[in-house]
Every structure is written in C-alpha cells, then in structure tokens.
C-alpha cells in the first residue's frame, strides 16, 4: 500500500524557513512523480512543486527561487525546503503521489499546517 506521512509544518514570521518532509513508502520515486500541493483558507489546492525522472522538477511560479525540492531515495523522503516565506505561503501543505493514470496524484498524505506572520 502506498502511504505518505508529512512532517514538518509550523509558524514563522515573514522570511522565515521551514522543512517539510514526506516519508513514502509502497512505491519508488523511479517510477512516480510525487509532489507538493497546498491549500489555503477559501482556495482551492494548488501544486507547489513535483518531481518525476521523467518530467524532472517542477515549481510554481510564486515559489521560484524561495523553495527546493529534494528527495532522499535511500529513506524514500521528498523535502520542501521553503526560505522567504510570506504570509500568502500560509497554507496545509499535503504530499501526494501519481497513481496510474499520468499526471493524476491519486495518493495523498495528511495535511501540514504551515502559517507565516507578517
């Protein structure tokens, strides 16, 4: 079974920086794009960021240069660094991973709150 546990989330101000990590298991990155979404009060979730070996890294554009992507294949982790954070960064951040069908996140983990105070 595919299973996605993120940690990670907390409160900081503005220009703060958080880590989140996403612990998989039950597939390989080799094989699945896995990726960032967030969503904030009242919008709806938007992909933040995502890694495939085929497709390679992807960010949205808000998180350009403020945010890397890094996976650890050893521990199956994928890492959201996030430097610069502003407040509309505020959000619950959910890992997920794609499923069968290309480019559809079918598996997703719990969310993590992340809050930036101006």
């Known amino acids: 079974d595919v299973q996605l546990q993120a940690s990670g989330g907390g409160s900081v101000q503005t220009g703060g920086s958080l880590r989140l990590s996403c612990a998989a298991s039950?597939?390989?990155?080799?094989?699945?794009?896995i990726g960032w979404f967030r969503q904030a009060p009242g919008k709806e979730r938007e992909l933040v960021s995502c890694f495939s070996t085929v497709g390679g890294t992807y960010f949205e554009d808000s998180v350009k240069g403020r945010f890397t992507l890094s996976t650890d294949n050893a521990k199956n982790t994928l890492n959201l660094q996030m430097t610069s954070l502003k407040p509309e960064d505020t959000a619950v951040y959910y890992c997920a991973v794609e499923g069968v069908v290309v480019g559809r996140f079918d598996y997703w983990g719990q969310g993590t709150q992340v809050t930036v105070s101006s």
């Open positions: 039950g597939f390989s990155f080799d094989d699945y794009a």
